[in-house]
Every structure is written in structure tokens, then in C-alpha cells.
């Protein structure tokens, strides 16, 4: 295993690190986070760029690149601009189209993803009634007369309200607690019987997310994505890499807080000299320093392996669970060590405690991984 950056790794970070110091200052930030969104010029900057196309294959337009590249973009635009993006849930649904759609819907898909010019896409699986759960779900696609009829409700859709077009995942015909069989389906957002409705976030409020409606809902089979009843399979497979980049972006914002917190412990003046030497302060950041290591260690081993064809079944989990929680404990230790003025909207600081609690939740909760990791340790060392 050798983790020392390619050159062509090395010019990627660059040109992400120059892409946020051109387009990015913190009253932009601040602004996009109060407004819910980023405007429509800056998302086709970053397609322009390239940056949107990384991961998709060469066949539709894309720009290949493995699983630790992708990781190494997330961290570093999280962390050269200390904000959360709503770009990469956007390639995420991207991955799903280019994986499991047909050569007509992934052309279809890529089209509409370069002229939309904001995030295109939302992903809606969860609902009021089944979030962990999702075998639970009861939204339904039911075949009538030639068609496909969806009837339900989803919840907590990121970008759901901007993005014109929705990946929705609903049971086969009947919702009861033992039909497993579910399909995925991309629909236009503005198929008639779809709602949306707004919910308010408590962080990462530049991508908001939302409650939607299928009320009789009718489209054609040809929306289908994927084999029928395959859904939730497909949802599983990459919900591995999707704990990576939420993971990446994890790292990203814990990054961040301890660049800014270092520094001002430097510069900070109490008892007539800067807090920064004071022991407590400096074990604080030697545990956020630790964590930041571990953090970077685990993530990018956990690609290393997606990349070279081994089961990242246990280690994924183990990323989302582990990442998202240690980021958190360094923001809080960042925002501690900027004492009030950490507690202000006047730092980056107090936003990256806010966006970094979210992601022990979205893409899987803590506890959920621990389910999931707990039964393939158990296998690991069984005698
Ligand atoms: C920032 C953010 C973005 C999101 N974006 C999307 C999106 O784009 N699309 C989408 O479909 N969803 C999205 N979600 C929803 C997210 O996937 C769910 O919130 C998550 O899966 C948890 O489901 P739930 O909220 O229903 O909690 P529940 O499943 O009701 O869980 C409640 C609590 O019980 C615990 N629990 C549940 N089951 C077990 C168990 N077996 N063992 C131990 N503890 C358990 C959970 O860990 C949690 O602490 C997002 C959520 C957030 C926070």
C-alpha cells in the first residue's frame, strides 16, 4: 500500500485548490449557506472545470478516475473552502445512472446533468416511516395498463426542491413489510402528482432537503433503472462508496477546523501569552491531530482496497462510522479553543460543528454501522 499522490493526483488538488480560491470567499459562503443553494454559475464552473465529470466513464463523457481520487478532491475542496458542496451527491447519483441505467438513460442523464447548470439530481429512498429501515418502506410503483403508477412519501431529499429530476426507490406492486423486492426509477421532477416540501436543516443548509409527494404519480416503464426488484441491491452496492466520500468530506471539514484553530491558538493572547501554550490547549490539539491521522489513514486505506478489488463490506462501515464522530469531536475542540467568539457566525469554525453532526446520520447512522460492521467482525474472527 503506498498512499503517496500521483502527479496527476498532485495537479488535481491544485486546480481544486485554485477552483475554491477563485470562486469561493467567505461572505460568498455565508451567503450560499443563508440563500439554501449555490447559484447556477457556479455548478457549471465546476462541470466546466472538470470536476463534475470525475468517475464517469470515457464512453459518456467522463473523466475515469478511481475510487482515492475522488476521496482526495471531496477533501480537499471541503477543505481549502471550510464549506459542505452539494456537488458530489449529484455525482454520486451520476455513479448509480452510469452503473445500472441502460446506454440510452445514461446519455440521457449525462445530457441533462451538463445543460441543467445546478444539481440535477436528487436520491429519495428514505421516508417518515422508514429511514434505517428501508426494507420498511411502503411507497409503491405498481404496473397499470402498460404504466408504472408511484404513490408514497419520501423525506429528507437533498437538493429535492432544486433538482428537476428525482432517483426515487419504491417497493414492486405491494408494500407490505415482506415484499423485499424494490426498483429504482428517474422521473422528472415535474411529472404531475409530484410535491415537494420544505424542511429547515440545522446545518449544511447550503443543500437543503425536503419532503416528497407521489400522489398517483404515472410514468413509463422505460423510467426504470436497473433490473426490477433489484433496488435495493443496487442501493447497497454503492452505499459503500458513498460512506468514502462522506467520510472524505468528513476529513475535509475536521481538516479545516484544525487548520483555523492552530492558527489562532498562535495568535491568541490570555495571561499575557498566547493560548497556544498553555498544556491544555496543545493536548487538545494533539487529540484532534491524532484523530485527523487515523481519519486519513482509515479513509484512504478503505479506497485503497475499493480500488484494488477487495470487500470493503466491514471497512466502509467502519469509515462512516468512525470518520463522521472523530470529525465532529475536532470541530467541537476547534470551536472550544476559539472560546465565544467559536460560538459566533463570525468563524468557520461554528459551521463546520453544524455541517459535520449531519453526516452521523445522512448515508447511514453511527448505530447502523455498527450493525453492519458488528456481524462482519464476528465472521472475521470466527474459530
Ligand atoms: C444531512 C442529511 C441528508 C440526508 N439526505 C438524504 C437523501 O438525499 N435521500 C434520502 O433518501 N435520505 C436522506 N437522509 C435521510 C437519512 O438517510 C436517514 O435520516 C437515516 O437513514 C436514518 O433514518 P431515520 O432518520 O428514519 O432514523 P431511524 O431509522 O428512525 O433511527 C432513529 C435512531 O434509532 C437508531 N436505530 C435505528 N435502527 C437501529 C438498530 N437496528 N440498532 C440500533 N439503533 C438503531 C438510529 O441509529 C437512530 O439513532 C438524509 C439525512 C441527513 C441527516
Known amino acids: 500500500m503506498d498512499f503517496k499522490m500521483t502527479e496527476e493526483q498532485e495537479l488535481l488538488l491544485e486546480s481544486a485548490r485554485e477552483f475554491v480560491n477563485r470562486h469561493f470567499t467567505e461572505d460568498k459562503i455565508k451567503q450560499w449557506y443563508k440563500e439554501h443553494g449555490v447559484p447556477d454559475e457556479l455548478t457549471k464552473a465546476y462541470l466546466d472545470a472538470g470536476f463534475g465529470y470525475l468517475g464517469i466513464p470515457e464512453e459518456f463523457g467522463g473523466t475515469p478516475v478511481d475510487n482515492m481520487t475522488i476521496c482526495l478532491v471531496v477533501e480537499e475542496m471541503t477543505r481549502a473552502s471550510g464549506a459542505s458542496t452539494p456537488f458530489m451527491l449529484n455525482s454520486l447519483v451520476m455513479f448509480d445512472m452510469c452503473e445500472f441505467g441502460s446506454p440510452e438513460q445514461i446519455q440521457f442523464a449525462m445530457d441533462a446533468y451538463t445543460k441543467v447548470g445546478k444539481p440535477c439530481f436528487s436520491l429519495a429512498v428514505s421516508e417518515p416511516g422508514a429511514g434505517s429501515d428501508n426494507?420498511?418502506?411502503?411507497?409503491?410503483?405498481?404496473?397499470?395498463d402498460g404504466k408504472i403508477v408511484i404513490n408514497g412519501q419520501k423525506t429528507w431529499v437533498t437538493n429535492g426542491e432544486t433538482s428537476p429530476y428525482v432517483?426515487?426507490?419504491?417497493?414492486?406492486?405491494?408494500?407490505?413489510?415482506?415484499?423485499?423486492n424494490m426498483s429504482m426509477w428517474l422521473l422528472p421532477k415535474d411529472t404531475p402528482g409530484v410535491k415537494t416540501a420544505s424542511l429547515e436543516k440545522i446545518g449544511q443548509t447550503i443543500m437543503p432537503f425536503c419532503e416528497?409527494?407521489?400522489?398517483?404519480?404515472?410514468?413509463?416503464?422505460?423510467?426504470?433503472v436497473g433490473e426490477r426488484g433489484r433496488g435495493f441491491m443496487n442501493l447497497m452496492k454503492n452505499f459503500e462508496m458513498e460512506r468514502l466520500i462522506i467520510g472524505a468530506h468528513s476529513l475535509g471539514m475536521a481538516q479545516a477546523a484544525m487548520e483555523d484553530a492552530a492558527a489562532y491558538a498562535g495568535q491568541r493572547v490570555a495571561f499575557g501569552q498566547t493560548i497556544g501554550k498553555f498544556q491544555q490547549i496543545q493536548q487538545k490539539l494533539t487529540d484532534m491531530e491524532v484523530k485527523i491521522q487515523n481519519m486519513r489513514n482509515l479513509l484512504y486505506?478503505?479506497?485503497?482496497?475499493?480500488?484494488?478489488?477487495?470487500?470493503?463490506?466491514?471497512?466502509?462501515?467502519?469509515?462512516?462510522?468512525y470518520i463522521p464522530n472523530a470529525a465532529l469531536e475536532v470541530c467541537s475542540d476547534a470551536l472550544q479553543i476559539f472560546g465565544g467568539l467559536g460560538y459566533t457566525t463570525e468563524t468557520r469554525v461554528s459551521r463546520l460543528w453544524q455541517d459535520s453532526r449531519g453526516n452521523q446520520i445522512a448515508g447511514g447512522t453511527d448505530e447502523i454501522m455498527v450493525y453492519i460492521a458488528g456481524r462482519q467482525i464476528l465472521k472475521k474472527y470466527a474459530k
Open 135 to 144: 426494507a420498511s418502506m411502503t411507497t409503491t410503483a405498481k404496473k397499470v
Open 167 to 180: 432517483l426515487v426507490v419504491a417497493k414492486d406492486e405491494d408494500p407490505s413489510p415482506q415484499n423485499k
Open 212 to 224: 416528497m409527494y407521489f400522489d398517483n404519480v404515472v410514468i413509463e416503464e422505460s423510467c426504470l
Open 301 to 321: 486505506k478503505t479506497a485503497w482496497e475499493l480500488d484494488n478489488g477487495i470487500s470493503v463490506q466491514l471497512n466502509s462501515a467502519l469509515v462512516k462510522r
